[in-house]
């Protein structure tokens, strides 16, 4: 796993001003911040949805689809609250139980983000 400072590193590698047109370079320093906040809290989430996994001795072959699943909640989780993010949450445990994963974990992996599948 990509720690938040070598993601906030890759990202400001990429924003340099001289890459990016002048018209956006006036908010380069705010992206910037924007990005390190979303990196720390990300990496956070990613963190313990990796030690709940490592705790249920999920298999390092099923991390893929649980950590695109964590993605996508976590996606739900800064863009929805209550019924909506529910809503859309157990859509997402429908999704990826048809991936093979078990529904237990995926809802366990939602109360992580404060979602609580029914």
Same mark, same amino acid.
């Given at each position: 796993m990509?720690?938040?400072?070598?993601?906030?590193?890759?990202?400001?590698?990429?924003?340099?001003?001289?890459q990016v047109d002048p018209v956006l370079s006036a908010t380069n320093a705010a992206q910037k =911040?924007?990005? @390190?906040?979303?990196? /720390?809290?990300?990496?956070?989430?990613q963190t313990l949805v990796h030690q709940y996994l490592d705790g249920q001795g999920c298999l390092p072959s099923e991390y893929f689809n649980y950590n695109a699943y964590a993605g996508e909640i976590y996606h739900i989780y800064r863009g929805?609250?209550?019924?909506?993010? =529910?809503?859309? @949450?157990?859509?997402? /445990?429908?999704?990826?139980?048809g991936m093979g994963c078990t529904a237990p974990r995926l809802k366990a992996i939602a109360l992580l983000f404060n979602i609580v599948v029914p």
């Open positions: 990509v720690s938040a400072a070598k993601r906030i590193e890759h990202y400001n590698n990429r924003m340099q001003s001289s =911040v924007n990005f @390190a906040e979303y990196a /720390v809290e990300w990496v956070a989430k929805f609250s209550g019924a909506a993010a =529910v809503a859309a @949450a157990s859509d997402m /445990v429908i999704k990826y139980t």
